[in-house]
Every structure is written in C-alpha cells, then in structure tokens.
C-alpha cells in the first residue's frame, strides 16, 4: 500500500466505442478526468494555507505565539472529532511506529511556533518564499539519513536556491532581521519532518499521521500556553479557530488531491502559493515585497523546479516536495 490512498481500482471494463472498434478502459478515463480536480484542490490547499497564515499574522498582533500556536492545535482537534465521531476518533490511535509518529508531531510543533513567531514580524511574500528551500534541505539530508545518492546537477541546484536566499536576504547590504533566520529554521526542521513522513508513509495511514499532528500540537503546546496566558476576547476565540480549522482542513483537501492525482504532477502548484501569500500581504498588510524578493523567489522556485524534474526524470518519488504540515502523507 502506497503512503496516500489510491484511486479506485482501475480494472478494465471492456466497452465498445462509438464506431464499434476496440475498447475504452473506464477507469482510466475517470481517472484521467479526475486529474483537473487534482490541481485544483492543490491550488486550493495552498491558498488556505495562506488563508491562515494571514489570520496568524493578525492574531499575534495582541496575542501571544504560544497561545496563538495552542488555537491553532486545539482547533485542529476538534476538527478531528468532528469528522470522525466515536469509534472513529478511537481507530486514530493506531499506529505502528508511535515514537516516529510523535516525533513527526513535534518536529510540525517546533516548525509552527517557529514559523507564527516570525510571521508577526516580516512580510507572507518573503516568508513563503524562504519556506521553499526546505526542499533543499531535503535533498542534502537525505543523504546521512536515507543512504541516498544526490548527483552533481541536484547539489547544484540546491546551491542556485540558496543563492536565492543570498538575494532576498542581501547580508552585508542590509540588516538582516532575525525573523528571516526563523524561517530558515523553520525550512530545515520541515526538511527532517519531510523525510520522517516518507518514511512513515510506508506504515502509517495518511488520517492517522494527520491526527497525530493536531494531538502533539495540541499536547506539547498547552503547558507553554498556559505559562503565556491572555485570554482572548470573543473575536481573537474566532480567529484561533478559523486558524486551526482553515490549516487542519487545508491537509485534508491536499489529501483529496493527492487522491485524484499523483504528486509528481501537483508538485508545481505549490509555487502557487507565493502568489497569494502577495495578493494576501498587499491587500491585507498594505506590503508589497520589493525586486530583490521577486527575483530570490523566482530563482529558489526555477531551482525547485529543476530538482523536481530532475528526480522525475530519474524515476524517484519526489521526495524534496512537501506540502506544510505533511498532508498528503
């Protein structure tokens, strides 16, 4: 069984076409049609990852990072019970490898407080665009990790899309905030929870491995919170749920679309999400991010495209794409 669940099964039904000549796989062309869905879940997905990326931006305006993180786990788990009441919920609980499975959770954990801490501070643009040299973190870690052998053209690639952080970073020209630092952190420790997702993929169901997200979030962030407490008022309680809610129910849409088309094809779409993590700061922020971000951005995403490729022309799993918080694993 592969890491995602499969498309219905694609037995041949044989079907004679309109000039009575040959047959006509049915399953195949249902397959073939749900592909358009496919990609426009994808883009879905990575718009409401945004979505609530805006809304944490605003939330940790008066609230606390913790308290905001603890929303958005919290949220997340009563999405959970809510789509899977009574035994269901129970059924979550089993997993093969608990240890891998909670240290998933905690590698998410750390990348969300990481990740809302920085975002109160720079712009959705930059920070998005930074979040996508995790795939190249992937790439370098994969090798003392999962014995794998990366060629000269992805290493190179990798060191083009670190220079696209040179561009958008600009050290020694500007002062770097240390926010941007935060991402790059947040880039990595998603790179380690990347490969522990492939891995788990292997073992786990996707539902599980999303659960158990939402429980070690939710857990591992109550005691910081408490320590940070401010208790929301009405409208900030909306907010965090709105949070945990549109980022939970934007794994599940991935998962959709991991279900109707295969991840060598929707890897590109995630790009997409630089685009609204623009329209979302201008419209929102009143930020536009200046040249030298545009031009990092479109090389750290030409070098992720390259790596893509290059591994799909190879015939490997394309293990440097990753979707935020592991959806479609």
Not at 75 to 81: E, K, P, S, T
Not at 254 to 279: K, M
Request: aromatic share 14%.
């Amino acid at each position: 069984m592969g890491p995602f669940p499969h498309l219905p099964d694609r037995r041949s039904q044989t079907l004679t076409d309109d000039h009575g000549n040959g047959t006509v796989d049915s399953h195949a062309e249902t397959a073939r049609k749900e592909i358009p869905v496919g990609i426009g879940l994808a883009v879905l997905a990575g718009f409401l990852f945004v979505t609530s990326d805006s809304v944490v931006k605003m939330a940790t305006h008066d609230l606390p990072v913790p308290v905001v993180v603890w929303g958005r786990f919290a949220a997340h788990m009563l999405l959970m019970l809510f789509l899977f009441p009574g035994r269901r919920f129970t059924k979550l609980f089993n997993v093969k490898q608990p240890v891998k499975v909670i240290g998933r959770g905690v590698l998410l954990l750390i990348c969300t407080s990481l990740f809302f801490t920085a975002i109160g501070h720079i712009g959705l643009a930059e920070a998005n665009a930074i979040m996508f040299v995790s795939p190249f973190f992937v790439v370098a870690l994969s090798i003392p990790l999962l014995k794998e052998q990366v060629g000269i053209r992805r290493w190179s690639a990798v060191i083009v899309g670190f220079a696209g952080i040179l561009i958008i970073l600009r050290p020694g020209f500007q002062e770097v905030h240390w926010a941007y630092l935060l991402i790059l952190g947040v880039a990595f420790f998603y790179g380690l929870f990347t490969i522990l997702t492939r891995t788990l993929s292997l073992t786990e169901t996707a539902t599980s491995m999303w659960f158990y997200t939402a429980l070690v979030g939710f857990v591992g962030s109550s005691p910081v919170a408490w320590y940070f407490w401010e208790t929301p008022t009405p409208e900030q309680w909306a907010m965090l749920l709105a949070i945990g809610c549109i980022g939970g129910g934007s794994h599940y849409v991935v998962i959709q679309a991991y279900r109707r088309a295969a991840a060598s094809l929707l890897a590109p779409f995630q790009y997409v999400q630089i685009v609204w993590a623009t329209i979302y700061g201008y419209l929102l922020f009143g930020h536009f991010p200046d040249g030298w971000t545009l031009g990092g951005a479109a090389v750290i995403i030409a070098s992720g495209l390259y790596v893509w490729l290059r591994e799909r022309s190879l015939g490997e799993t394309l293990r440097s794409t990753s979707w935020r918080g592991g959806g479609p694993k």
